[in-house]
């Protein structure tokens, strides 16, 4: 039986983007899904993040959600270069390092998958570093689409590569 105070509700709300539109999913304090709709896989992650939490979401709003979606607004017109939604990063230690170590590129700037895994002391884990990429839950907030292959190539993007181009482009000239 589930204590009353071990069950939780988030709200889910879709955003507009000029890429598409997306998920988010907020409790009143947090974001915890932030998502292309039509990305490669969204159905699975979704489900996945709402099982391995025990969480259940219903339509509606919060305060990071509207913040999120006015943030978002300012970035795609190149008036926001740093997200300050509050955010719950929810995955393994091994990913929450990598995510970490994401959100210090700089705007305007790339890294490598083999970057990345020096980065969190395991040199030989670069495509341990792409699954974790994959496995991110906050697209854009957590800038995995700053992460290209060695020899320069974009790489995979779970958003779609035309995303990833784009993405890329917009941070480069607001930097």
Not at 73 to 87: A, M, N
Not at 88 to 111: A, D, H, Y
Not at 138 to 158: D, E, M, Q, S
């Amino acid at each position: 039986m589930i204590k009353k105070e071990e069950f939780k509700v988030l709200k889910t709300s879709r955003i507009d983007t000029e890429l598409g539109p997306m998920v988010a999913i907020a409790d009143e304090a947090f974001l915890y899904f932030l998502e292309f709709i039509d990305r490669k896989g969204f159905e699975k992650q979704l489900q996945k993040f709402l099982k391995k939490t025990g969480i259940s979401i219903i339509e509606g709003s919060t305060k990071p959600i509207e913040s999120i979606e006015k943030e978002l607004r300012l970035y795609f017109e190149g008036k926001l270069t740093d997200f300050k939604t509050p955010i719950i990063m929810t995955g393994t230690p091994f990913q929450q390092n990598v995510w970490k170590e994401l959100l210090k590129i700089p705007l305007g700037e790339t890294r490598s998958y083999k970057d990345i895994a020096a980065a969190v002391g395991q040199s030989q884990a670069a495509r341990a570093v792409g699954t974790a990429n994959g496995s991110n839950k906050l697209a854009i907030i957590i800038p995995c689409h700053r992460v290209i292959n060695a020899g320069g190539a974009l790489g995979g993007y779970a958003g779609g590569l035309h995303r990833k181009k784009r993405i890329l482009q917009l941070e480069k000239r607001v930097s």
